[in-house]
């Protein structure tokens, strides 16, 4: 009975940053893999990061360099910091977490938290 919950988004200006947070509750985090994902209206969902449960870290190529999966002192908490926003930033961020095995394992999923890039 894992659940995710995803906090810190909202409005937010195109140039600005923004730092999102998502809890593992029910589990530790070090079992899964943790990624971000984003969906903007009318799309479909999107990977964006990715950290392994062994630490390594992967990104969607366009997005490397803007934005940055990390964790730190927050207890059972991955973050995802987006920098230079743009207003195509817009979308419903989530963030899911899968152990490394089996293959096929459950996927779980937060609720999503809302990040809108408006002038």
């Known amino acids: 009975q894992v659940r995710l919950v995803e906090s810190g988004g909202g409005l937010v200006r195109p140039g600005d940053s923004v730092s999102l947070s998502c809890k593992v509750v029910g589990s530790d985090l070090s079992l899964y893999n943790m990624a971000w994902h984003r969906q903007a209206p009318g799309k479909q969902r999107e990977f964006v990061a990715l950290m392994t449960y062994d630490g390594a870290k992967n990104y969607l190529e366009p997005l490397r360099g803007r934005f940055r999966i990390f964790t730190d002192g927050t207890e059972n908490t991955i973050h995802l910091r987006i920098d230079d926003l743009v207003t195509e930033d817009s979308g419903t961020y989530f963030c899911?977490?899968?152990?490394?095995?089996?293959?096929?394992?459950?996927?779980?999923w937060g609720q999503g938290t809302q990040v809108t890039v408006s002038s």
């Open positions: 899911s977490a899968q152990r490394p095995m089996p293959p096929g394992a459950e996927q779980y």
